[in-house]
């Protein structure tokens, strides 16, 4: 086992691992930019290294400088977290080059399902069902044009590189199409320096269901059943819940058993997520796999009460996997909400300031993972997560009743917070009858 | 971390170190913060500048805590920040490294103190992922002091030389 883990992140996630790590015996080694300097959750590391500047192309997502860190600091395994470099292939393969272990899949098995073309690729070839779409990269607007008229409008442009619905467009009809391809193709080239698009049919109503998987060095892979991630704004996450609500066990059960033939089929280890779209009849198709460990993962812990970081650094310290598919029994509902500092009265616009009063809310079942205090303060410089208020409960409406009662007790001032629009979610009819889908908060609250 | 474990209290140097790097930053005049019974007031010294602008981080702000009413508990001391004359320029790693303050083990520390130095000058190296990154001034004067020992690991920002711009 690694004596000693850098931990590539900040904030909540960073003091995550740190937790994760102590309880485990490990050491922990920060990293910072200038913007988190005086951060409390720094202190829950044994060392910490201030590695650049606020902005994170210069801090946190410089390569050199996360490996330099884990050079003088001793460490021998990296855990990136989520954004960032999690996802950076580069990255891995540079981190295991010198001799650290990075703690998430092989570089190759992230850049095979990193490129949504050659998971699709697999996904098919181990019998998933996947969107109907173009059979890899469109050449051009002329056969962009063909499969649309193949498929059927409405179509969805999608960027080969993509994530966190950047480089995504919908088109109602061939003109539309046009305008679509250029602003996907631009804004995929400025996000990701690909240009690369694909096409597929554009589901509606859907639902959004993901798998949690573990899989270990030695070809073991296992699911840890589904979120509901359906409560989303722009393509961004806003609640989070397990089980999925009004799923039929039949196919709860197919798409979990896809999501491990598929991550089996790319060779890929340690933790990760098949995210999976689910139309109002039931049928399901394959979306991507996301190569990290991902913001809502307390939910799955909730239910299956496994630790998931915890699950990450033995499976990188290559231990064969010690839980059996059968041995996962999910108990209850989980529900998480993201507090983000957020104006939703303003478009979501990020409501940076210094918090001068939190009062984290408490009781059976709730668990508030954050890394603010008294005295911090919200900069713009990053993702606006000041928080993850997290509840379990052996149904889903006492998960509602006490996601309620647990947000009215959480008390931020300072700045402005996703609370009050989590309140508004969970007291609507639709959401407590589980009658949503993925538009269902840009509909309910258009901004 | 080595760190003084009340990171919330108000009085934690980090914390009024970065009061003071905000003040410089937005150009406040001063800051006044409570916390229960000890409160901390930051104030820029006289008028805001006119003229050049002022130099940043070490520019000399005047700190000093308030006079605290009724007070049981006495309020700690508050250790003194670091305040730097005029002409006292630090000399700063530009990243995440190990500090060596000579070309190899069997030379001379390219500078010591009392040596002068031009922004060109060569004063150390910073070794990161097996590069050797030499470090020049990038600022006239006479070095008054070396901050790192050989050997040991710098982080970005740190401060490592201090050097006396005067004529």
């Known amino acids: 086992m690694f004596k000693r883990i850098l931990v590539a992140n900040r904030g909540e996630i960073a003091l995550r ?17 200038e913007a988190d300097r005086g951060s ?32 003088i600091g001793n460490a021998q395994a990296i855990h990136p977290g989520y954004g960032f470099l999690a996802e950076n292939a580069d990255f891995a393969e540079i981190c295991r080059s010198c001799n650290l272990e990075f703690i998430g899949p092989t570089h190759e098995a992230m850049a095979l399902v990193g490129d949504k073309n050659a998971a699709r690729r697999i996904a098919r070839d181990v019998g998933v069902p996947t969107v109907p779409g173009s059979d890899g990269l469109i050449r051009d607007a002329k056969e962009a044009l063909a499969v649309a008229r193949r498929i059927g409008y409405p179509v969805l442009v999608k960027a080969a590189a993509g994530g966190g ?38 589901v509606e ?43 039929d066990d039949s196919v709860r059960r197919a798409v979990c058993e896809s999501a491990v033939r598929l991550v089996k089929a790319a060779g890929y280890t340690n933790a990760g997520t098949v995210e999976f779209i689910v139309d109002r009849h039931g049928k399901y198709f394959f979306i991507e796999v996301n190569a990290r460990i991902q913001v809502e993962h307390p939910v799955t812990e909730a239910v299956t009460g496994v630790d998931l970081i915890k699950a990450q650094i033995r499976l990188a310290a290559g231990e064969p996997l010690w839980l059996r598919q059968e041995e996962i029994r999910p108990q209850g509902a989980a529900i998480e909400c993201r507090i983000n500092a957020e104006d939703a009265s303003k478009g979501f616009r990020p409501s940076p300031g210094i918090i001068h009063r939190i009062i984290p809310p408490g009781g059976p079942g709730v668990r508030f993972d954050s890394h603010v205090h008294v005295g911090y303060t919200v900069t713009q ?26 947000l009215r007790e959480l008390r931020i001032e300072g ?3 996703t609370v009050p629009l989590h309140l508004e979610i969970l007291n609507h009819p639709a959401f407590c009858e589980a009658r949503i889908d993925t538009t269902f908060i840009e509909r309910s609250w258009p901004s | 971390m080595s760190g003084p474990p009340s990171s919330q209290d108000v009085f934690d140097l980090r914390r009024i170190r970065r009061l003071v790097e905000l003040m410089n930053e937005h150009e406040l005049g001063e800051i006044d913060l409570r916390q229960g019974e000890m409160r901390v007031r930051i104030r820029r010294g006289g008028e805001a500048p006119a003229g050049p602008p002022a130099r940043p981080a070490h520019a000399s702000p005047a700190v000093g805590p308030a006079p605290v009413a009724p007070a049981p508990p006495p309020a700690p001391p508050v250790p003194a920040p670091i305040v730097e004359e005029e002409h006292i320029v630090l000399i700063k790693s530009p990243m995440v490294g190990t500090f060596y303050p000579a070309p190899d083990p069997d030379s001379p520390a390219y500078v010591q ?33 070396v901050l790192v020992g050989n050997g040991e690991p710098v982080e970005y920002g740190q401060p490592m030389f201090k050097v006396d711009t005067r004529k």
């Not at chain 1, 979120?227 to 989303?232: L, V």
Request: proline fraction near 4%.
């Open chain 1, 165 to 202: 619905g950047r480089g995504m467009r919908v088109a109602l009809d061939d003109e539309a199409l046009g305008a679509a391809l250029k602003q996907a193709e631009a804004e995929a080239d400025a996000a990701f320096g690909r240009g690369d698009l694909y096409l597929e049919k554009y």
């Open chain 1, 205 to 247: 109503h859907p639902r959004h269901v993901e798998v949690q998987i573990l899989a270990d060095n030695h070809g073991t892979v296992i699911h840890l059943w589904e979120r509901d991630c359906t409560m989303q704004r722009r393509h961004q996450k806003l609640l989070e819940e397990s089980p999925a609500p009004r799923l």
């Open chain 1, 381 to 406: 410089y990053y993702d606006s997560l000041i928080g993850k208020l997290i509840v379990h409960q052996p149904t889903r409406d006492e998960a509602i009743a006490s996601m309620k009662r647990s």
């Open chain 1, 40 to 71: 409390a959750y720094l202190e829950m590391a044994d060392e910490a290294y201030c590695i650049g500047p606020a902005k994170a192309a210069d801090s946190y997502l410089k390569i050199d400088r996360v490996i330099s860190a884990a050079e």
């Open chain 1, 17 to 33: 691992v740190f937790r994760a790590c102590r309880e485990m015996g490990i050491e922990t080694v920060a990293v910072f930019s």
């Open chain 1, 415 to 417: 700045v402005k917070t």
């Open chain 2, 113 to 145: 103190v009392g040596d002068h130095v031009g922004p060109e000058t060569v004063v150390c190296i910073v070794e990161a992922m097996k590069v050797f990154n030499q470090i020049p001034a990038e600022v006239s004067g006479r070095v008054v002091s």
